[in-house]
Structures are given as structure tokens and as C-alpha cells.
T-cell receptor, first 113, second 115 residues
Framework: AQSVTQLDSHVSVSEGTPVLLRCNYS??????LFWYVQHPNKGLQLLLK??????LVKGINGFEAEFKKSETSFHLTKPSAHMSDAAEYFC???????????FGDGTTLTVKP | DTEVTQTPKHLVMGMTNKKSLKCEQH?????MYWYKQKAKKPPELMFV???????INESVPSRFSPECPNSSLLNLHLHALQPEDSALYLC??????????????FGPGTRLLVL
């Protein structure tokens, strides 16, 4: 069994300040973990992924995430928010070869000028 | 090229109409997916095709009928839909079975409105 919990449904930051979007997971096996971003009326774009290599993963647009097995977490961070980062963010886990992924409920990121 | 294309971008249909959604990828992926996404919600998996065979059907009503004519194309045939079927329909593709590195690449979606 696998599940994902995104701890914040909404996060609001000021432009130029750090971003932290939190994700906890549960998995019976070693998981692969992903962060996707979805801008309004668009599809999902892959930001980054963890697949059992380095625990600190760097993605596109300055985002990075750290896999912490002891805390079952995969939080997404960015040092300095841009207005263009305002979007919906989804944390996703896959822990089997069955082709099924589990999505978190999403976090809406608002960036204030 | 990590592009998945979907047509049409928007679709309005009546409850008695028959229409089809199309998805195409040229990344050599052999797994393709249909998701349904309602507003302010995460995508919900509908179907998975692996090597052109239906491998997962998440108990989707029969008014949705998927088809995978070849390794690059995925269709979703719609018939007698209900207004609650209005949603964004997303297609995705990935390499199947490569351990757990099944990174899914998503298309831009088709926005469906059922009247």
C-alpha cells in the first residue's frame, strides 16, 4: 500500500522569499517520489524525481527536494520565489511495478509581489 | 523530446453525442494513461495501457471506452456522458516496468464540458 499527504493545502509567500511545500509518504517498498507543477488550465510538468540515487534532488526552475527515509518525507524547496511559481503542486509516489501512482491532494502556492 | 500531445484542447458535447479524445507521444514509451481531473483536485487514474494492452481499469463507467491502436496513440471514446463527467482529461506516458522509475510525462489535457 502507498499513500501521500501534502501537509498544506495553501502556501502563500512573498516574491524573493523561500518556498517550502511539505510532502509525507507511506510505502511498503522503497518508493520513487515525484513533484509536479500545474499552472492554471495546463497539464502537469515534472519538476523533479527521486528514484533511490542521491537523496538531495535538484529539479527545474531552481526547485529541489530532499528524500528523508527516517521521516518519510520529500519536501520541496526553493530559495527565492518568483511570481511565475504561483501554481498547484502535486507530490506523487510510486512503490510498485504495477504502473499505478498515488497523488497527494495538491498545494496551491500563491506568490505575493 | 518529452512531449505528449492531446486533441482537442476543448470539447463541448451533449449527453447523446459520441466523441473521441486523442493522445500521441513519440518518446518510445510503451505505457500510456488516462486521468480525469476535476477542479481543485488531483488527477484520478482511469486506465493504463502497457504494451498496447489494457492493464488497469479503475472501475470506470462503460460510457468511457479506451483504445490503444499502436504504441504511439491512445484514444478515449465518449458516449452518453453525464454533466458530472465534465473535467480536464489528461493523458500521460512512461516507460513501463523499469523498476520504479516510471516517470510519467503529461499532455496539456482536453477540457471537456458535457451539457
Amino acid at each position: 500500500a502507498q499513500s501521500v499527504t501534502q501537509l498544506d493545502s495553501h502556501v502563500s509567500v512573498s516574491e524573493g522569499t523561500p518556498v517550502l511545500l511539505r510532502c509525507n509518504y507511506s510505502s511498503s517498498y522503497s518508493p520513487s517520489l515525484f513533484w509536479y507543477v500545474q499552472h492554471p488550465n495546463k497539464g502537469l510538468q515534472l519538476l523533479l524525481k527521486y528514484t533511490s540515487a542521491a537523496t538531495l534532488v535538484k529539479g527545474i526552475n531552481g526547485f529541489e527536494a530532499e528524500f528523508k527515509k527516517s521521516e518519510t518525507s520529500f519536501h520541496l524547496t526553493k530559495p527565492s520565489a518568483h511570481m511565475s511559481d504561483a501554481a498547484e503542486y502535486f507530490c506523487v509516489v510510486i512503490s510498485t511495478n504495477a504502473g499505478k501512482s498515488t497523488f497527494g491532494d495538491g498545494t496551491t502556492l500563491t506568490v505575493k509581489p | 523530446d518529452t512531449e505528449v500531445t492531446q486533441t482537442p484542447k476543448h470539447l463541448v458535447m451533449g449527453m447523446t453525442n459520441k466523441k473521441s479524445l486523442k493522445c500521441e507521444q513519440h518518446m518510445g514509451h510503451r505505457a500510456m494513461y488516462w486521468y480525469k481531473q476535476k477542479a481543485k483536485k488531483p488527477p484520478e487514474l482511469m486506465f493504463v495501457y502497457s504494451y498496447e494492452k489494457l492493464s488497469i481499469n479503475e472501475s470506470v463507467p462503460s460510457r468511457f471506452s479506451p483504445e490503444c491502436p499502436n504504441s504511439s496513440l491512445l484514444n478515449l471514446h465518449l458516449h452518453a456522458l453525464q454533466p458530472e463527467d465534465s473535467a480536464l482529461y489528461l493523458c500521460a506516458s512512461s516507460h513501463p516496468g523499469q523498476g520504479r522509475e516510471e516517470t510519467q510525462y503529461f499532455g496539456p489535457g482536453t477540457r471537456l464540458l458535457v451539457l
